[in-house]
């Protein structure tokens, strides 16, 4: 990876500030993550807080919450507030937001249901409202000179890595999808220059994903991981690297939500792909789509 210039996404200005702090979790101190659990569960009351007041609240100091302030990537906490100030004015109606983002012992199954489709439909939308743009492009740029792609997940990650795969295929790209180790490994160890290994991981720290991720970048691969941590390990070995915008809840239905934000970043590069080579993708689609359609139960399949 030495002399490579790697792109990542800085704080973009359209992301809210809950979702660049849920993304900074785990890279915060233990302070400091005290101060950003307000931000998040606590954004429009923080945004009347004087940093005093925030900093007790937390039950921090004023010099962690400066800190915090600019891992977040703001001048100072005046800027930080102001855009809480900003976003709470904007924020959706309380009426249509459920109260609290987890799922308790006490709600009943109506309650868990929209308390699941909120999460979901919120991690698509933010997702995509903090998307890199300029970071997207080059994957794009990326994919669509490859000579072949290999995708890297495992556990839900794997599911997120099938489905580009597919995609992929269907436009007449080449693609693998690896979720076993051992055959991950390999295949990245016969990676060069003239292709591109795409590590798919929610934390950014599945040593699985990040080994056959690392190996690839080793052979000479260009690298892309998609996460929800933007400073998670992962991010450490790779050219270039996406983001998402999921929530974790209770019963971890939030794996649903990890799942929903990644396909969402898949489609767009997918997408992106398919719109630089479209008379291409236009043909392979037709093809490939012919080659599946006699086997629709009362499709015509061209038998007398």
């Not at 099938?162 to 055959?183: E, N, P, V």
């Not at 003239?194 to 798919?200: E, H, K, P, Q």
Request: hydrophobic share 45%; glycine share 8%; proline share 2%.
């Amino acid at each position: 990876m030495a002399g490579r210039k790697r792109s990542t996404p800085h704080p973009a200005e359209t992301a809210s500030a809950t979702v660049r702090a849920r993304g900074l979790l785990p890279s915060l101190s233990p302070a400091e993550q005290r101060v950003a659990r307000v931000i998040i569960d606590e954004a429009a009351t923080a945004a009347r807080l004087t940093i005093t007041d925030l900093a007790e609240r937390a039950g921090s100091s004023e010099t962690t919450v400066i800190r915090f302030c600019r891992a977040m990537g703001f001048a100072g906490y005046s800027d930080l507030r102001l855009t809480l100030a900003g976003e709470a004015g904007r924020a959706y109606d309380a009426a249509d937001e459920p109260v609290g983002s987890d799922i308790s012992e006490s709600d009943d199954l109506a309650q868990v249901v929209k308390k699941i489709a909120f999460a979901d439909a919120r991690a698509v939308e933010e997702t995509a409202t903090q998307i890199d743009i300029a970071v997207l492009e080059q994957v794009v740029d990326l994919v669509a000179g490859a000579r072949r792609v290999d995708i890297y997940g495992v556990g839900a990650s794997a599911f997120v890595a099938m489905d580009f795969q597919q995609k992929l295929h269907r436009i007449g790209r080449i693609a693998y999808a690896w979720s076993d180790t051992h055959l991950a490994l390999t295949s990245a160890a016969l990676l060069d220059e003239r292709d591109v290994a795409f590590g798919i991981s929610h934390t950014g720290t599945t040593s699985d994903t990040i080994d056959a991720f690392a190996e690839a970048g080793r052979n000479g691969a260009r690298t892309v991981a998609l996460t929800n941590f933007p400073k998670a390990p992962i991010t450490q070995v790779a050219d270039l690297v996406l983001t998402t915008a999921a929530r974790e809840t209770t019963f971890r239905s939030g794996a649903m939500a990890s799942r929903l934000a990644q396909l969402t970043v898949i489609d767009c590069v997918f997408v992106g792909v398919a719109q630089r080579t479209y008379s291409e993708t236009r043909a392979a689609l037709d093809v490939t789509y012919a080659a599946v359609r006699g086997r629709r139960i009362g499709a015509d399949r061209g038998r007398g």
